[in-house]
């Protein structure tokens, strides 16, 4: 059972055909006749042909109702309406929960907006079945034909917003999951990149105190060999202890650098422009829309603005990420001119325009070093109409930024 219920997840058009099919049965169980249950009698019903084709009309979308919820969703209800205009006062039939069906499947497949008008429509037709059953059985009866259908939609309704915030919450959760792994994943590399930065600036102390020690008593000897052999000897013995000393604070240090048991290390070289399209699928499996167009030549950029390039999209998409909110998408631009590079990132989220540019945030301060180097320009800060940009003008070599 376990099994099959994953396989049905998995294929959620199997199961939607299997409902389909048995609502379909059920209501063909139906079409020689029903009860009417203001006259309290079986009455025959009207034309087969007109409520084969309603059903049909009604009960078949639900095959589609995941992959094409709105479109399914309105066939569905012309097939109310044509159910309505050709059987009247026996309008009401197993198919039409067909409707219910559908309103349940916009709360959770669509948004809020189509759900409500969608509603709309469907208390419009009940309103009008009402109206023609109080003209059939007297006035009397409207209120009771309006109430069933009303409690059945307002039963679905309530089941898809439950269902549906369900839904967003796991999403969310999981969304917010990938984030923190690889939040998690950035600060460890973080991590090991400063160590290793301090373990160099300790490297670089030692070999350039000891070299220039070892060239200070060199040059020293050499001036000492024939006047005074016994300052020459002493000199070379210091360079002896010195290099001895300094060999060994190097064998210790590479000694940390060096992982014993990480035999399979990366040492990947830094990323430039062409490692875009990579930068942008990972950002997408942790559930950012990225949309990424690239013009001109970018194989040929140098090393550093190519670097420069990459670090200013890998930043601007991380906050995208963390703070334009669940279901913002993103577009990146990288275009190359005859003098100059440019780099705008844009994204729909939750930025407001404030009417002056944010520069707090060590992201920020960040991309405004890595462009300065370069005498480039950067702007960020919100969009007209809601959401964030980034944009950045890099000059190449030789030419002065625009």
């Given at each position: 059972m376990r099994r099959l219920s994953l396989w049905l997840r998995a294929h959620p058009w199997v199961g939607d055909s299997l409902l389909a099919l048995l609502l379909f049965l059920f209501d063909s169980a139906s079409s020689r006749g029903r009860y009417d249950p203001v006259s309290e009698t079986f009455v025959q019903a009207v034309s087969s042909s007109d409520y084969t084709l309603g059903s049909l009309?009604?009960?078949?979308?639900?095959?589609?109702?995941?992959?094409?919820?709105?479109?399914?969703?309105?066939?569905?209800?012309?097939?109310?309406?044509?159910?309505?205009?050709?059987?009247?006062?026996?309008?009401?039939?197993?198919?039409?929960?067909?409707?219910?069906?559908?309103?349940?499947?916009?709360?959770?497949?669509?948004?809020?907006?189509?759900?409500?008008?969608?509603?709309?429509?469907?208390?419009?037709?009940?309103?009008?079945?009402?109206?023609?059953?109080?003209?059939?059985?007297?006035?009397?009866?409207?209120?009771?034909?309006?109430?069933?259908?009303?409690?059945?939609?307002?039963?679905?309704?309530?089941?898809?917003?439950?269902?549906?915030?369900?839904?967003?919450?796991?999403?969310?959760?999981?969304?917010?999951?990938?984030?923190?792994?690889?939040?998690?994943?950035?600060?460890?590399?973080?991590?090991?990149?400063?160590?290793?930065?301090?373990?160099?600036?300790?490297?670089?102390?030692?070999?350039?105190?000891?070299?220039?020690?070892?060239?200070?008593?060199?040059?020293?000897?050499?001036?000492?060999?024939?006047?005074?052999?016994?300052?020459?000897?002493?000199a070379l013995g210091t360079i002896s202890d010195t290099g001895r000393k300094a060999l060994g604070e190097l064998r210790r240090l590479v000694g940390v650098l060096r992982n014993d048991s990480e035999t399979n290390a990366e040492y990947a070289p830094q990323p430039d422009a062409s490692a875009l399209g990579e930068l942008v699928e990972k950002m997408r499996q942790v559930g950012l829309p990225v949309r990424l167009t690239m013009t001109g030549d970018l194989a040929d950029l140098p090393t550093g603005v190519g670097l420069t390039v990459y670090r200013l999209v890998q930043e601007a998409l991380t906050n995208t990420l963390k703070h334009a909110g669940p279901g913002a998408s993103a577009q990146v631009v990288v275009a190359r001119a005859e003098n100059q590079i440019e780099v705008e990132v844009t994204d729909d989220g939750l930025g407001r325009v404030n009417g002056s540019l944010v520069s707090g945030g060590n992201g920020l301060i960040g991309m405004r070093e890595r462009v300065a180097v370069y005498n480039g320009v950067l702007e960020a800060g919100p969009r007209l109409g809601g959401g964030w940009r980034v944009r950045a003008v890099l000059p190449l070599p030789g030419e002065s930024a625009p």
């Amino acid at each position: 059972m376990r099994r099959l219920s994953l396989w049905l997840r998995a294929h959620p058009w199997v199961g939607d055909s299997l409902l389909a099919l048995l609502l379909f049965l059920f209501d063909s169980a139906s079409s020689r006749g029903r009860y009417d249950p203001v006259s309290e009698t079986f009455v025959q019903a009207v034309s087969s042909s007109d409520y084969t084709l309603g059903s049909l009309l009604m009960i078949t979308p639900l095959v589609v109702r995941r992959r094409k919820p709105v479109l399914a969703a309105y066939v569905t209800l012309f097939g109310g309406v044509f159910v309505l205009v050709t059987h009247g006062p026996y309008a009401v039939h197993p198919g039409s929960f067909a409707l219910a069906i559908m309103l349940y499947t916009l709360l959770t497949c669509s948004t809020r907006r189509v759900a409500v008008a969608y509603a709309t429509w469907l208390l419009i037709g009940t309103v009008l079945f009402a109206f023609v059953m109080s003209r059939e059985h007297g006035v009397a009866v409207f209120p009771f034909v309006v109430f069933g259908p009303v409690a059945v939609f307002a039963v679905f309704w309530m089941t898809g917003e439950f269902v549906g915030a369900r839904r967003a919450y796991h999403s969310e959760v999981e969304q917010r999951l990938r984030l923190l792994e690889h939040e998690r994943d950035q600060q460890a590399k973080i991590a090991v990149v400063e160590e290793r930065n301090r373990i160099a600036r300790e490297l670089h102390d030692v070999v350039a105190h000891a070299v220039s020690v070892m060239i200070v008593q060199a040059d020293g000897a050499s001036y000492a060999m024939k006047t005074n052999p016994e300052i020459a000897s002493k000199a070379l013995g210091t360079i002896s202890d010195t290099g001895r000393k300094a060999l060994g604070e190097l064998r210790r240090l590479v000694g940390v650098l060096r992982n014993d048991s990480e035999t399979n290390a990366e040492y990947a070289p830094q990323p430039d422009a062409s490692a875009l399209g990579e930068l942008v699928e990972k950002m997408r499996q942790v559930g950012l829309p990225v949309r990424l167009t690239m013009t001109g030549d970018l194989a040929d950029l140098p090393t550093g603005v190519g670097l420069t390039v990459y670090r200013l999209v890998q930043e601007a998409l991380t906050n995208t990420l963390k703070h334009a909110g669940p279901g913002a998408s993103a577009q990146v631009v990288v275009a190359r001119a005859e003098n100059q590079i440019e780099v705008e990132v844009t994204d729909d989220g939750l930025g407001r325009v404030n009417g002056s540019l944010v520069s707090g945030g060590n992201g920020l301060i960040g991309m405004r070093e890595r462009v300065a180097v370069y005498n480039g320009v950067l702007e960020a800060g919100p969009r007209l109409g809601g959401g964030w940009r980034v944009r950045a003008v890099l000059p190449l070599p030789g030419e002065s930024a625009p």
